[in-house]
């Protein structure tokens, strides 16, 4: 039995459940770890995965363990040590900053693993299908609209100079 700040117990029966939001989180965020990982970026399937379990895996143990302030704080907490895990991805090479998108799809695997955390899969699930979209299909737009003939740089994602 573990025991939380309001003095509730979570049998293993209660932990199990928990895992649930856990497993969504981790099919959810590998579906953006997967976009990564074709890309060869350096945070691919698994990283996503298991940032967003982690999210999750936090979500779900402050909400059964303690009040929603303490839940709340948890989560903040969360979304900033993701950001520096995001801020190591990112490179800089002469004027040119690379990565920056693998960056900003940690930090949105960790607020889908949130929202699973909190057993809210439609919006869980619905932000990592726009999530999806933005990677995949707006990359595809992005790619016919700035054609590599017409950029400076052939590595470069569009027309600012930032790559993924």
């Keep these: 039995m573990l025991i939380g700040e ?12 928990a895992l649930v939001p856990v497993l ?19 945070a691919g399937i698994r990283t996503h995965m298991l940032v967003g379990m982690g999210a ?26 993701v950001g520096f895990i995001g801020a190591g991805v990112i490179i800089r090479r002469d004027s040119q900053v690379h990565e920056l998108t693998t960056a900003a799809s940690l930090w949105f695997v960790a607020i889908v693993g949130l929202a699973a955390g909190a057993h809210l899969y439609v919006l869980a699930g619905g932000g990592a299908g726009l999530g999806w979209c933005v990677l995949a299909l707006l990359r595809w737009l992005t790619k016919r ?20």
Excluded: C, F, H
Excluded at 145 to 164: Q, R, Y
């Design 24 to 42: 969504v989180a981790a099919l959810l965020a590998g579906v953006i770890g997967l976009d990564r990982e074709w890309r060869d970026s350096p």
């Design 6 to 17: 309001k003095g509730i117990t979570m049998s293993a029966q209660t932990q199990l459940e």
């Design 145 to 164: 609209a700035w054609p590599d003939d017409v950029l400076d740089d052939k590595s470069s994602d569009g027309p600012d100079g930032m790559t993924e």
């Design 56 to 81: 999750a895996l936090i979500m779900a143990m402050a909400s059964e363990l303690y009040d929603p302030a303490a839940a709340a704080r948890l989560a903040a907490n969360v979304i900033t040590g």
